[in-house]
């Protein structure tokens, strides 16, 4: 059994900042690539940002420059920390993380989703 806990999420005013957290617990080995994708109403789910086991990360070109992601390895953690935020950045924002599983095999899993409500 795998669980992902988000938090961080709410409501902040435009060019301020959050941090937003995933955790993996359970039956997990490990945690290979782990992200975060989000969806505003009437849009796809998009990428936001993904961090690999060797550190390499990938941004989408709206968030270079304002948001940072990272992991705690110990912990199965990825964070994504986001500054100078504006109202274009409300959306539910989901992780998605590729585990390696104790049982064997691997999986990707979704977060529920922590909705980020930026005010204008």
């Known amino acids: 059994q795998v669980q992902l806990v988000e938090s961080g999420g709410g409501l902040v005013q435009s060019g301020g900042s959050l941090r937003l957290s995933c955790a993996a617990s359970?039956?997990?080995?490990?945690?290979?690539?782990m992200g975060w994708y989000r969806q505003a109403p009437g849009k796809g789910r998009e990428l936001v940002a993904r961090?690999?086991?060797?550190?390499?990360?990938e941004y989408a070109d709206f968030v270079k420059g304002r948001f940072t992601i990272s992991r705690d390895n110990a912990k199965k953690t990825v964070y994504l920390q986001m500054n100078s935020v504006t109202p274009e950045d409300t959306a539910v924002y989901f992780c998605?993380?590729?585990?390696?599983?104790?049982?064997?095999?691997?999986?990707?899993?979704w977060g529920q989703g922590t909705q980020v409500t930026v005010s204008s």
């Open positions: 359970g039956s997990v080995l490990s945690a290979e690539a």
């Open positions: 961090i690999y086991n060797d550190g390499h990360t």
């Open positions: 998605n993380v590729h585990l390696l599983l104790l049982e064997g095999g691997w999986n990707i899993y």
